[in-house]
């Protein structure tokens, strides 16, 4: 990146050679590339929820390899402790006290994969660092490195061996997305180019560390106008009362809502939010925080996500949508 200061049109070109990287190794995925873009420079975190061998954790790889960014991954099982993923605090007997031993979470990129295989005490050991950014162990606090994205792998419900996400730990996902499978010519595009080699091993950053971190202090300042505001806020509102749900979207996802906003809005080169901004991420951002009224899906012959899915995009279409943006 340049040392002059960043504009528009200058964050707009380093976020594409960031998807251009990345498009490298997942290829056919555009919009989930763009997703987990706008997480990590919206400071948020990314749920994909998918069948196994689809390329979700390779999303994440490929991400941390084109930004220079610190990865690890945890493997989320059954018997996984919650000292696995924040550290523990293990005695010195030289000098007599206590050192702290960090946990697989202290990286700028953490793979959950598999996170729904572990137990809820041990998901809950990822709260307080995807909400607060550090990690507190014996009374101590010690900060993450920044940037800092959670990107976690979740295998479909109906799969054994898996445990529903707690409301409280699906909240602090920005979105959730499925990866999908590829279609066809992706599919032997990517058999004839990991026969010999892995792709990831061809990439090279393309921004630093330091580069990122502009990047989210520059998208903090994209201008979202009252009205703007109020649009996003109508459509939360709109998810509370819905007779379709029993839980709608809390005042987080209102928030991050707004943040993921304004990312998409500088990706495509604005400094200001539009409420297409807001409306195109509706769905990545509130659908799995929503649980529906009981009853609601079964009656009507559908299932809980198209229940969901349904009602966001009525809502969408029937908020009013603001004429002033500026």
Avoid at 253 to 260: G, H, K, N, P
Avoid at 285 to 290: D, I, T
């Amino acid at each position: 990146m340049p040392d002059h200061p960043l504009t528009a049109d200058s964050f707009a070109r380093a976020a594409e050679a960031v998807e251009a990287s990345v498009t490298r190794v997942i290829d056919g995925k555009p919009d989930a590339v763009r997703a987990a873009l706008v997480c990590l420079l919206a400071e948020g975190h990314l749920l994909i929820e998918d069948v196994p061998g689809v390329g979700k954790t390779m999303l994440a790889r490929a991400l941390a390899a084109s930004v220079d960014a610190s990865v690890r991954r945890i493997q989320f099982t059954p018997d996984l402790l919650p000292g696995d993923v924040t550290g523990v605090s293990v005695y010195n007997p030289v000098d007599r006290e206590f050192e702290f031993k960090a946990g697989a979470i202290f990286a700028q990129i953490v793979i959950a994969d598999e996170i729904n295989r572990a137990s809820p005490k041990t998901q809950s050991a990822l709260l307080e660092a995807m909400e607060e950014r550090q990690v507190t162990v014996d009374g101590t606090s010690h900060r993450l490195a920044e940037p800092f994205l959670v990107v976690a792998t979740q295998n479909p419900l109906e799969m054994e061996g898996t445990y529903a996400l707690p409301e409280a730990q699906r909240d602090r996902f920005m979105m959730r997305i499925s990866m999908g499978y590829p279609d066809a010519a992706s599919e032997a595009l990517m058999l004839r180019q990991r026969e010999t080699v892995n792709p990831l091993d061809s990439l090279s950053p393309v921004l630093g560390a330091a580069d990122v971190r502009a990047l989210i202090a520059w998208a903090r300042g994209v201008h979202v106008s009252p009205a703007v505001e109020e649009y996003a806020v109508g459509l939360a509102r709109a998810t509370r009362e819905h007779g379709d749900l029993r839980l709608g979207a809390s005042p987080r996802a209102t928030l991050q809502l707004v943040r993921a906003a304004k990312v998409r809005a500088a990706l495509d080169g604005r400094e200001f939010v539009i409420p297409d901004d807001v409306a195109a991420l509706v769905e990545p951002v509130f659908a799995h925080r929503l649980i529906a009224a009981r009853g609601t899906a079964s009656a009507r012959g559908r299932s809980s996500a198209d229940t969901i899915g349904g009602v966001l995009r009525a809502i969408i279409g029937s908020v009013r949508v603001p004429l002033a943006t500026r």
